[in-house]
């Protein structure tokens, strides 16, 4: 994946100075990872990386005895809990998450089953958010609800023994409107110490109430955290990319939000690596680009920390880009990372909440009212979406994605597809770029025929500047005055609107494509997921074919030199070219609004040279000698 992330962002690069400020502009919002280097020799082996060392002790143990002197005296035993939303299996041993099954996106814009990345008709795959890696591949179990106090010998006892369970049903149901409380308790007598862990599952939300109460000697042990991850979302994604990214982490602290991909906070060298966060946590959580599980605690606290280790493991073979592809060199492992949360909480029993379920924007904006009510301080659990990478950028680009994300949303209650609700609205929003169209191509035009007039003053301008007439001199003043008015009314700059006006949106629509849970799994024509690439390859090769009949047909300001005019005609298919390499795999949607876009810019294009067509008298042709076909005329005698 390291060497992916490197690759796009080269990419980037090269494409910003070929295409100057609208690809500068491109690369400022997509910013990709830090390359990591990986062994390449170990790539048909799946190596697990060496676990993260324990932080050492802070509270005095000499009475504790180790694990091993200890006796589990509860037998093992896993609880199912079905609700319409989701499928929780939780294990008695640590009374911790080792399945976690999203079924449905309910959102006040609709219901959506969820099934894993690849899935389709004919194969539909439970989307499971806990790793399987983390869950069976290590020892300790790196799976959500762990709890972590800083003292090895305890964190060891809360965690890898099994509790007393409430319930005695194995599989437990809920309907709509129903809730189930499952408490779990683990009591230490020698030593005074005790945790009682009580879930309390919503068959109507995706929030679900977890009090934790862990003392010691009657008192609860400070510096409590509760572990989120590790690298929650669909684990059904064969392999990452740009696109479908790995789980990030994500906080709400002092008011802003943080966010850290996993491989930022670990060397290239190392296998591990930790991140302390400083202020105030409203709430942490982590995440993939669809989906999350976030902590909220009752009140804010302070000490979140991330910890991640990487390993590396075999893949489905697959080509990680365009050169590849041509090539047919194929990759068959990727490295990975496992990323977990430690979200302090105050283990006296307080309530802390746990939303665990689609990024979706409609859903977490209806949750935020939830939340803010349920805790007592202001929510905005919508920062979960990564609208940028950028927090200079995000305000500005929810401003523009959101309205987006709404009328593509109101078009497909319509026409009950995604696709066609992304033709619709790309034809309406190139109609409204019409006019502009047509006030480029007057000026481009009227930029051409004044182009040999402006030639000549500026040759006879160098001329008098070398006989040393000076730039105030009143003739050369006339000159320059004359070359003004040549100028009005056919800037150049006045082509560039469009392209100006229609970038943002492009980076918008961008943004509402690939946080949008709606188009995950949307089919269009061949196309099985807008939110992915297109497996055959058929949008970037036409996207890029209707880049250059789009640019040809359009009119360019005029070229005073040969070598401008080398410019322009490179320019005309060189861009399209690096944009062919760098949009390779882009989201579907994305691409055919820009196929589409480019097929409505050449219509339009069609007709204003129609319409700015005017009468051009013949041409006259000066040649050297009469050709031996020509018809002779007889001259006519004048009667003057």
Not at 225 to 233: D, E, F, H, N, P
């Amino acid at each position: 994946m390291s060497d992916n992330k490197q690759s796009t962002q080269f990419r980037f690069l090269i494409a910003a100075t070929l295409s100057m400020a609208v690809l500068f502009g491109w690369t400022y919002l997509f910013p990709s990872k830090k390359p990591e280097q990986t062994n390449t020799n170990t790539a048909q082996v799946a190596v697990t990386a060496t676990p993260m060392p324990e932080v050492q002790p802070t509270i005095q143990t000499a009475q504790l005895p180790t694990v091993a002197a200890l006796t589990d005296n509860n037998p093992n035993r896993t609880t199912t809990i079905k609700t319409p939303l989701y499928q929780v299996k939780l294990d008695s041993k640590g009374a911790l998450a080792t399945s976690w099954i999203l079924l449905k996106n309910k959102s006040p814009r609709g219901e959506k089953l969820l099934f894993a990345d690849g899935s389709n008709e004919n194969g539909q795959q439970p989307l499971e958010l806990i790793s399987a890696e983390a869950s069976k591949n290590r020892a300790p179990r790196e799976i959500p609800f762990r709890l972590a106090t800083g003292d090895q010998n305890v964190d060891s006892f809360i965690n890898e023994r099994n509790y007393a369970v409430s319930v005695d049903e194995e599989n437990v149901e809920l309907g709509e409107g129903q809730t189930k409380q499952v408490q779990y308790v683990l009591r230490d007598e020698a030593n005074n110490l005790e945790v009682t862990k009580t879930f309390i599952f919503n068959a109507d939300s995706y929030v679900t109430d977890l009090q934790i109460k862990l003392t010691r000697n009657g008192q609860p042990i400070p510096n409590t955290k509760l572990l989120i991850g590790a690298s929650l979302g669909d684990q059904g994604i064969k392999h990452h990319n740009y696109y479908h990214i790995e789980s990030e982490a994500v906080a709400s602290v002092s008011g802003e939000t943080e966010r850290h991909t996993a491989a930022s906070l670990i060397s290239s060298e190392k296998n591990t690596g930790e991140l302390a966060v400083k202020g105030d946590v409203d709430w942490a959580g982590v995440g993939d680009a669809y989906f999350a599980m976030a902590a909220i605690p009752s009140a804010k606290t302070s000490g979140l920390e991330y910890r991640v280790s990487k390993y590396e493991t075999a893949v489905e073979p697959f080509f990680d880009g365009i050169i590849s592809w041509i090539t047919r060199q194929e990759k068959t492992s990727e490295i990975r990372h496992l990323l977990t949360a430690y979200v302090p909480i105050n283990a006296d029993g307080s309530n802390t909440k746990i939303y665990t379920g689609t990024k979706d924007y409609f859903v977490l904006s209806d949750y935020n009212k939830l939340l803010t009510d349920s805790v007592g301080r202001t929510i905005d659990i919508e920062d979960l979406i990564n609208f940028s990478n950028w927090s200079f950028l995000r305000p500005i680009l929810k401003t523009l994605a959101v309205p987006i994300l709404h009328a593509l949303t109101f078009l497909n209650t319509f026409t009950n597809s995604y696709g066609l609700a992304i033709i619709i609205f790309t034809l309406f929003f190139y109609s409204l770029l019409f006019p502009m169209r047509w006030y480029q191509s007057k000026s481009f035009k009227k930029a051409s025929g004044n182009a040999p007039k402006m030639k000549d003053l500026q040759d006879r301008m160098k001329e008098m500047q070398k006989k040393g007439i000076p730039a105030d001199d009143p003739r050369m003043r006339d000159l320059q005055m004359e070359q003004l008015k040549m100028t009005k009314d056919a800037l150049p700059i006045g082509g560039c609107l469009p392209m100006v006006l229609q970038f943002p949106l492009l980076i918008a629509l961008y943004t509402a494509v690939t946080i949008a849970i709606g188009f995950r799994q949307a089919p269009f024509l061949w196309l099985p997921d807008l939110s992915a690439g297109d497996p055959w390859h058929f949008l970037e090769f036409g996207f890029a074919f209707s880049m250059i009949l789009s640019m040809k047909f359009t009119p360019q300001a005029a070229a005073a030199t040969p070598e401008q005019l080398m410019q322009q005609k490179m320019m005309m298919y060189l861009m399209p070219v690096m944009m062919l390499w760098i949009m390779w795999s882009a989201p579907a949607g994305l691409l055919l609004y820009w196929f589409f876009g480019n097929i409505v810019s050449f219509v339009q294009q069609l007709i204003i040279n129609r319409m700015n067509k005017t009468d051009v008298p013949p041409t006259t042709e000066v040649v050297e000698s009469i050709p031996k076909n020509a018809k002779k005329i007889k001259p006519k005698l004048s009667t003057s």
